[in-house]
DNA sequence: GGGTGTGAAGCCGTTCACAGCA
DNA sequence: TGCTGTGAACGGCTTCACACCC
């Protein structure tokens, strides 16, 4: 944790991590960084680059325990104990989210839903309580949650996403489809699906002819 | 077109262009780049460099013009017809893309939907029928689509993502937890959730105390 | 020989700084 | 005076290249 590690890196080492995992037990024990590297699709240079930042080492005749990463990649990306998330907005997407993130990271855990509208207030999704938006401040402290999905409608984001910094929240996942106006020490990723879907149509044109690296 | 369009670029002008339309009316109908720039949190300069690549031009006492503007930013990123999309694996997550994309872009129309589950082959989902794997090369020219939307397990997604490029697929939104290995005249575009949701809790943990830019 | 670890170089996107202009 | 348009400088991430090691 000496080292300032940037998202770029953090990315990929969330990915090495799930990658590894899944072919743990099933190949070697080792991989070597071009092994690793085909299966991301980066260069083993970089590979090897951010390996460093976990502190394991690899040996030139094997490569890398897989196991070493794994555990190495865990103590960078995991908190020491679980960490709990709400998600705000349980529309379509929300409980789609919900559902997806349900037992996907052990130590990500949605431990609430909030939502305005009565008929998903109380109700249980996957397990998880929704509660109305005046319980918000409340709830989050009980669970001492500082991360957030935010699933709800742009026009009223930016006054809920307010409400979760007030709260304590100190990251916030935004699928709102407006950039959010916030405090420089909250962390926020934002998922823009009409861009990302805008980008794809525009560089698969560009690409019907050329080749694109 | 001449002018080669950066990833980077490309979003942020996506994000402008809407950002702009809602404005449209509400405001003055001209803008000045540092007014844009706090819309988006950018700084003054990107805005005005991002510009220039659609051609528009400012004027030092009013700024630009919004209205040129979004038609400038529609002439890069949308294609002169209509583009026609489909959407592999109608579970949840599928689902809830189809009813956020539904009439959310006019040149964006998801036109099909697939499944290999049999309860949901032929059901319609917003208008939009659902039909079986072994129809997709056929529909996916008969409508000539280029762009796929990939929610389907990871592990079936390398599977289905070459029976896409088969079929003519130029260009996949992958929400599939896996990376694809495709030509690379395919442009893949990630949506990693479980990446996304691990990078807003490791760095609300970093910001927790510090100052983030 | 083939792989790792890493300083140095390269590349690309962003920001600076300023001439030009209304 | 204040903003635009843009060459030049900057900075951060990626790749190169090579010493070291099994």
């Keep these: 944790m000496t080292t300032t590690i940037s998202k770029r890196t953090l990315e990929r080492l969330s990915l090495y991590r799930r990658l590894l995992s899944d072919r743990l037990g099933k190949e070697s024990p080792f991989i070597f960084s071009h092994q690793l590297a085909k299966l991301v699709q980066v260069t083993s240079s970089q590979v090897r680059r951010d390996i460093m930042v976990t502190g394991c080492f690899g040996n030139p005749t094997r490569g890398y325990r897989v196991e070493d990463l794994i555990e190495a990649i865990g103590k960078i990306v995991d908190a020491e104990e679980p960490q709990n998330v709400v998600l705000v907005g349980i529309g379509k ?6 559902n997806h993130f349900h037992g996907r990271r052990p130590n990500l855990r949605i431990k609430a839903a909030f939502d305005s509208s009565p008929e998903r ?3 249980i999704y996957q397990g998880v309580r929704c509660y109305g ?6 709830v989050i402290r009980d669970e001492s949650a500082y ?3 935010l699933t709800v409608p742009g026009d009223v984001a930016q006054q809920v996403a307010n409400q979760l910094v007030m709260a304590g929240i100190r990251g916030i996942l935004n699928f709102a489809p407006v950039p959010l106006h916030l405090p420089g020490n909250v962390y926020v990723e934002v998922i823009d699906l009409t861009t990302s879907l ?16």
Tied chains: 1, 2.
Excluded at 93 to 98: R, W, Y
Excluded at 133 to 138: G, K, N, P, T, V
């Design 93 to 98: 997407l929300g409980s789609a989210l919900m």
């Design 121 to 123: 207030i109380n109700r």
């Design 133 to 138: 938006m005046q319980d918000l401040a409340q």
């Design 147 to 149: 991360a957030a999905i």
């Design 198 to 213: 805008e980008k794809v149509t525009f560089f698969a044109r560009q690409s019907a002819g050329a080749q694109v690296s």
